[in-house]
């Protein structure tokens, strides 16, 4: 007869109980059963495990042996259900995500907010990277998901939601005023100086790919390694740039860069959350992701 699961709970309780009636009534059993099963395991392992008496039962060198182990392995199993409780429960629990900063600035800040308000036990792990390494902090299990700017290249293990679309302006310092009377074209700017994100960015892949499709050419004089750089590097008068309507907004209404028009349509872009298919979320994860669909 194989030794089960059930055989092991029932002699922890015993062990503990130091009695075969009290440990039926916590197992909501009866003692015959009791008896029956740890005689079967006594069998089993083939030495003594309890010295009977009118007072209860005591361990033998044997049982004590074996419930050093055997306490082990409940108390792990216990902590376990309780932390699966936690998750469930959203008192504790970790989820990390993968951020480009476009999307971290446009949308996720404030529903990051939201949900540290409303659940302060979860953990929340957030690093910041360009779109291709946020995804991949998904691809390799490091992240539960990514919340990217598009475009994005993705395999067949991956999936994306849409959350929001935005589209980029032309701005620069009010150096550049001359430039806010009549709409320009691309090629206009090539004997300007511009601001741009680095080359590894998907943003540059994007812009790179908008000037080729209209017979101009992009060539950043300043490449800048974020957002955060390429506001104050344009307001200095640096050069012009494309930065996120939203992102720019604020500056545009208080005269620090002027908005340039352009005869060509800025393609709108995406943000997205990225999910690996067969890695299913946790219950932290799940709330957050709902949180951001619903935003």
């Known amino acids: 007869m194989e ?29 015959p059963n009791i008896t029956r099963f740890m005689n079967n395991l006594e069998s089993q392992l083939g030495c003594k495990l309890f010295v009977r008496s009118n007072r209860g039962v005591t361990l033998t060198p044997e049982g004590e042996k074996l419930y050093k182990h055997v306490s082990v392995a409940f108390q792990h199993l216990h902590l376990a259900e309780q932390e699966l409780a936690n998750d469930q429960s959203l008192e504790r629990g970790i989820v990390s995500i993968g951020i480009s900063e476009i999307a971290l600035h446009l949308f996720v800040l404030p529903v990051l907010s939201r949900f540290h308000e409303r659940y302060p036990g979860i953990h929340l792990r957030i690093s ?42 032309l ?45 101009a050419k992009m060539r950043p004089d300043v490449e800048a390694a974020s957002l955060g750089q390429m506001l104050p590097m344009i307001t200095y008068g640096l050069g012009i740039g494309f930065l996120p309507e939203g992102y720019a907004r604020e500056s545009v209404e208080q005269g620090k860069v ?38």
Do not use: W
């Open 3 to 31: 030794i089960t699961y059930d055989y092991y709970r029932i002699f922890y309780y015993v062990a503990k109980c130091r009695s075969f009636s009290r440990a039926a009534e916590t197992l909501m059993s009866n003692q």
């Open 128 to 169: 910041n990277h360009t779109t291709p390494d946020a995804i991949q902090t998904v691809k390799n299990g490091m992240a539960d998901m990514a919340i990217v700017s598009t475009p994005v290249a993705l395999n067949k293990t991956l999936k994306s939601t849409l959350l929001m679309t935005f589209h980029d302006i």
């Open 171 to 215: 701005v620069g310092s009010p150096r550049f005023k001359d430039l806010t009377d009549k709409p320009v074209r691309l090629t206009d700017l090539d004997n300007l100086p511009m601001v741009g994100l680095a080359k590894e960015t998907t943003t540059y892949e994007f812009y790179a790919n908008f000037f080729f499709e209209h017979g």
């Open 258 to 295: 002027v908005q340039i028009p352009l005869v060509e349509e800025i393609p709108h872009r995406e943000i997205c959350l990225i999910e690996a298919k067969d890695s299913p979320l946790t219950a932290a994860a799940k709330t957050l992701k709902k949180m951001l669909m619903d935003s």
